[in-house]
T-cell receptor, first 113, second 115 residues
Framework: DAGVTQSPTHLIKTRGQHVTLRCSPISGHKSVSWYQQVLGQGPQFIFQ???????GRGNFPDRFSARQFPNYSSELNVNALLLGDSALYLC????????????FGPGTRLTVL | AQKVTQAQTEISVVEKEDVTLDCVYE???????LFWYKQPPSGELVFLIR??????QNEISGRYSWNFQKSTSSFNFTITASQVVDSAVYFC????????????FGKGTKLSVKP
């Protein structure tokens, strides 16, 4: 079975631009979470979605938004990009419960110039 | 507040040595879950193990073993007879029902296994 997939793999943007990252969960998984990982740090929680509803939100500004589609795939949007948004963005999927194991995709590496 | 501390930033060993990665956690919840993930240079986080707070049995999987001790709030990970392929960053993480799906990660331990 395919694991979590993310697109694109790499992305270069300039300050002030907008970006959309995409994620497809493991088949049968209904929950998707997004994390930001800056160099040398552990991943930081951004959002969790379940059945198209936001179930949790981390300490990120309103420039960050997300949504989940009926097929359980998800998009993460970031507006007005800042240099500090440069990071690896990881998507994880899990079955249902908030405490189910989260399986991660390969990530999207975003560079903001 | 919930917190995970991995005090070892980097560890370097020679192949076939045993190595233990430390993880100390903080939570006020009585029901919680602990995880270890491996992140090779490619960047993808690979799930290794999940333990719940009511199961303190140690676990062994091949060369990997985990020691969970509630008394010291620790969940340590040992690799026996390390191999070059074990080189990666290892993360310990914590979640509970009250965290709304938020995995709290430590800062990670970078393990380098030299031939």
């Amino acid at each position: 079975d395919a694991g979590v997939t993310q697109s694109p793999t790499h992305l270069i943007k300039t300050r002030g631009q907008h970006v959309t990252l995409r994620c497809s969960p493991i088949s049968g998984h209904k929950s998707v979470s997004w994390y930001q990982q800056v160099l040398g740090q552990g991943p930081q929680f951004i959002f969790q979605y379940y059945e198209k509803e936001e179930r949790g939100r981390g300490n990120f500004p309103d420039r960050f938004s997300a949504r989940q589609f009926p097929n359980y795939s998800s998009e993460l949007n970031v507006n007005a990009l800042l240099l500090g948004d440069s990071a690896l963005y990881l998507c994880a999927s899990s079955l249902v419960q908030t405490t189910d194991t989260q399986y991660f995709g390969p990530g999207t590496r975003l560079t903001v110039l | 507040a919930q917190k995970v501390t991995q005090a070892q930033t980097e560890i370097s060993v020679v192949e076939k040595e045993d190595v233990t990665l430390d993880c100390v956690y903080e939570t006020r919840d009585t029901t919680y879950y602990l995880f270890w993930y491996k992140q090779p240079p490619s960047g993808e986080l690979v799930f290794l193990i999940r333990r719940n707070s009511f199961d303190e049995q140690n676990e062994i999987s091949g060369r990997y073993s985990w020691n969970f001790q509630k008394s010291t709030s620790s969940f340590n990970f040992t690799i026996t007879a390390s191999q070059v392929v074990d080189s990666a960053v290892y993360f310990c993480a914590l979640t509970s029902g009250g965290s709304q799906g938020n995995l709290i990660f430590g800062k990670g331990t970078k393990l380098s296994v030299k031939p």
